[in-house]
Nanobody, 124 residues
């Protein structure tokens, strides 16, 4: 069983930046595609970004492309989401998740393990 713990959320002003971290424990971290999802109040959980096992390929939702960067450090069992130029529409609970696939997938159902989420609030 993989355990995931997010951190780094908080309150920032529009245009600001924030880096989220997700620390993993359990089965070999490097065998998982890691993804970030977010859920705003009243909205469905949506895909944000994902990264392949060795970090060689990434995928981003159009709404965050060019502003967010996903990365991973397999030696530390940690995945990151660097967020810049934050907008109020980025306000959501952000979750990290692990997918046993060798390719990035956007569907929630493909991810077997989830963190508890961390709140990101972007003010105007």
């Amino acid at each position: 069983q993989v355990q995931l713990v997010e951190s780094g959320g908080g309150l920032v002003q529009a245009g600001g930046s924030l880096r989220l971290s997700c620390a993993a424990s359990g089965r070999t971290f490097s065998n998982y595609v890691m993804g970030w999802f977010r859920q705003a109040p009243g909205k469905e959980r949506e895909f944000v970004a994902a990264i392949t096992r060795s970090g060689g390929n990434t995928d981003y939702a159009e709404s965050v492309k060019g502003r967010f960067t996903i990365s991973r450090d397999n030696a530390k069992n940690t995945v990151y989401l660097q967020m810049i130029s934050l907008k109020p529409d980025d306000t959501a609970v952000y979750y990290c998740a692990a997918d046993g696939s060798s390719i990035v997938r956007r569907g929630m159902s493909f991810y077997d393990y989830w963190g508890q989420g961390t709140q990101v609030t972007v003010s105007s």
